[in-house]
């Protein structure tokens, strides 16, 4: 793993990180009981992993739930974290703030986590990270909301897996106005993160010379949209879609109903379609138009090693579905962000020497010094620079266009296209 990073003390980390990889295939050939031997204590890190089991993120939690499985199965295999394994502590939060709040809370004080790990859903982030701030539990998101980057969070909380909206939207403005057309109406979820697209996408349209011309929000647990599409301005040219939840097909099968085969140019974020397969009936009005993906769902022909070897680990095919059951497709665009986010944990905490609670701060620190991050069997999604400042990473975003039925790659931004100012420091507040 090339994580550069550097101590208070001006000692290299990079050395210590530089070896994980190649200790992780030495530990392999080791018996179960000589990987851990050299650990303080035998007792596990335990990572409290709070997750979308039921409520509206389900479909994201039981996948986010296979990609941790798998890689903490290959932390395990080789040597675990500072010689200890690494036990994943599971708990439900339903996709609700006071939930995961309450979730947050038992991790700390019930079941003596080491760690928090994995909401998803911004208002859940919302209602949790606080309350992991107050209990000094250090909280990896696994989210997409700017709230973190903004500054309305807290130190405690970290996010070193997954870009923010901010980011991915000021990536892509470029080309969806340059392809697509200028004048935009956005339908989006009526919670902070859809409030996040409406922002920030609307800022970032505006530069490159285009405008929304109109903004409709959908409650997250609304079951029939046809009411909300005779609000789209005739002079629209492009529909700009990103919905959740267990109702998505249904959105896009009504979209597709509603418009006939007369529609603007459509660019979804593939969110409206996680978990949904693309060849299902009514969605053929999809072909041709454009997504979002955090990570290409089908292997593409100029495939990475590192994205073959994470489908195999996780159990996903070439086309983002289950190996066991080509039925149950993948949240592929988001679920790496588990695995590249426990990775950083464990390099981590390897890098602060971490044994106990008491270095909690460490952990933190550790992280927040840790800037590249390559591409690699840890990060297969792609290369990632990680602002310790902000507690935000910064990745490459993929547009894809529907062709034959698939998602074929037809743009990927770099690093610096998805640069902002930085609103915040969290390396000057307390402990």
């Known amino acids: 793993m090339t994580i550069k990073t550097t101590t208070s003390t001006g000692t290299t980390r990079r050395g210590a990180l ?39 993120g389900a479909a994201y939690g039981r996948w986010y739930g296979r990609t941790t499985e798998a890689a903490t199965r290959l932390i395990n295999e080789a040597g675990g974290i500072n ?13 609700d703030p006071k939930r995961g709040a309450e979730v947050v809370e038992k991790f700390a004080t019930q079941l003596k986590c080491d760690i928090g790990y994995g909401t998803l859903f911004s208002h859940v982030v919302a209602g949790s990270a606080p309350r992991a701030g107050e209990l000094k539990l250090p909280y990896f998101i696994v989210s997409e ?23 991915q939207v000021k990536a892509m403005a470029p080309f969806v106005a340059a392809n697509l057309g200028k004048k935009v109406t956005m339908i989006y979820p009526d919670y902070a993160f859809g409030h996040d697209h409406r922002d920030f996408f609307s800022e970032a349209i505006a530069a490159q010379g285009g405008e929304v011309v109109a903004k409709l929000a959908i409650p997250p647990t609304e079951t029939s949209f046809t009411k909300y599409f005779p609000k789209i301005p005739r002079e629209t040219e492009v529909i700009y879609h990103v919905m959740v939840g267990p109702a998505v097909l249904t959105f896009v099968k009504e979209l597709g109903e509603f418009f006939g085969p007369s529609r603007p140019e459509m660019f979804g974020f593939i969110d409206s379609l996680e978990a949904v397969d693309i060849a299902s009936p009514g969605l053929e009005f999809l072909e041709g138009s454009y997504f979002w993906e955090g990570m290409p769902r089908y292997a593409q022909p100029d495939q990475t090693s590192f994205d073959k070897f994470y489908r195999e680990q996780v159990g996903v095919d070439a086309n983002g579905a289950s190996v066991a059951d080509p039925k149950d497709v993948s949240t592929y665009a988001h679920m790496f962000a588990c695995w590249e986010t426990l990775y950083v944990i464990k390099a981590g905490m390897e890098a602060a020497g971490y044994q106990s609670f008491k270095d909690r701060p460490a952990l933190i620190e550790a992280v927040e010094a840790m800037t590249d991050m390559a591409q690699s069997n840890e990060h297969p999604q792609g290369p990632k620079l990680f602002n310790g400042k902000t507690h935000q990473v910064f990745g490459q975003q993929y547009i894809s266009q529907v062709t034959d039925g698939k998602l074929l790659v037809k743009h990927t931004t770099s690093l610096e296209d998805g640069f902002y100012p930085d609103e915040t420091d969290y390396t000057k507040m307390s402990f």
């Open 145 to 167: 909301g700017h709230q973190l980057a903004s500054g309305a969070l807290n130190r405690y909380t970290i996010q070193p897996g997954i870009t923010d909206v901010k980011s």
């Open 18 to 56: 530089k070896t994980l990889a190649g200790g992780a295939a030495a530990a392999t050939s080791l018996p179960l009981w000589a990987r851990y031997a050299q650990a303080q204590t035998a007792e596990p890190i335990r990572i409290g992993f709070q997750m979308h089991r039921t409520g509206i």
């Open 83 to 95: 010689g200890r394994p690494v036990e994943i502590v599971i708990e439900d939060d339903g996709t």
